[in-house]
């Protein structure tokens, strides 16, 4: 597994929140970094919230309710300055603590859960924010490093047999069941690891789009361990 670098050819580093937004997906560049180093202690907001569910979208309002140290309180002001930020760009950021994501079973040679490579589509020009501040990160993969899996000609076999509609529908059946959004890794790929702290835009497919999507995934959880994520 690698680790984010300033040398991967699929990632733009810059250094302040202008230049992130104003960035703009070229070649084969299909995600912009911020790269920053925050202080505060995350693990200890993490530790005092309950987990009642395997996944909670946790408000503002809970933050301030929490009994913080120094390092505890410099976590929660980042952690409610970039939901504040995001939202005057006029996007809906989410707060996630995640315990784990639903596993998705309904074909056992198909999974179509957030645990698959994937990319994020849409029918306007938006691309996906994302920032791990405590737990896992997650992973990306360089497009020419995965082959979309309808075109895995054993995959798409499977996919014709549980398909029953007329021929010419087939294409339509996969988009609308997000069957073509996910991807499987070629042999000797090497996923890219995300790190925990920096804000990044993943480009997404929508019809005006001048690159390829970005390909990620979320991460195993290690057991016990939970992630805190910041997404929209």
């Known amino acids: 597994m690698k680790n984010i670098s300033h040398t991967e050819n699929q990632i733009q580093c810059v250094s302040n929140f202008q230049d ?32 009642n569910e395997n996944i909670a979208e946790l408000q503002p309002n809970e933050l301030l309710e929490l009994k913080l140290s120094e390092q505890g ?26 315990k784990f994501y639903d596993r998705d079973d309904s074909y056992p040679f198909f999974p179509t ?41 054993e995959i798409r076999e499977e996919l014709k047999k549980i398909y029953s509609g007329a021929e010419e529908d087939f294409e339509s059946f996969l988009s609308e069941n997000f069957f073509d959004l996910h ?16 804000l990044y835009r993943l480009a997404i497919e929508h019809p005006k789009s001048k690159v390829l999507p970005c390909l990620h995934r979320a991460p195993m959880e290690k057991s016990g361990q939970k992630r805190l994520l910041l997404i929209c």
Do not use: M
Not at 28 to 51: A, H, M, P, Y
Not at 73 to 98: F, H, M, V, W, Y
């Open 183 to 198: 991807y499987l890794a070629k042999p000797k790929a090497l996923p890219i690891k995300l790190g925990l702290g920096h």
């Open 113 to 153: 859960d957030v645990y698959s490579f994937h990319v994020d589509r849409s029918p306007i020009p938006i691309d996906t924010f994302l920032c791990t501040y405590y737990g896992e990160c997650t992973e990306i993969l360089p497009n020419s490093q995965a082959k979309q899996k309808v075109l895995v000609p």
């Open 20 to 51: 992130f937004v104003s960035a703009s997906f070229h070649g084969v560049i299909n995600t912009i970094c911020w790269n920053r180093k925050l202080e505060g202690d995350f693990s200890e907001i993490v530790n005092q919230l309950e987990l």
């Open 73 to 98: 309180q410099l976590a929660r002001e980042i952690l409610l300055k970039d939901l504040e930020t995001l939202k005057a760009l006029g996007a809906s950021p989410t707060l996630n603590l995640i």
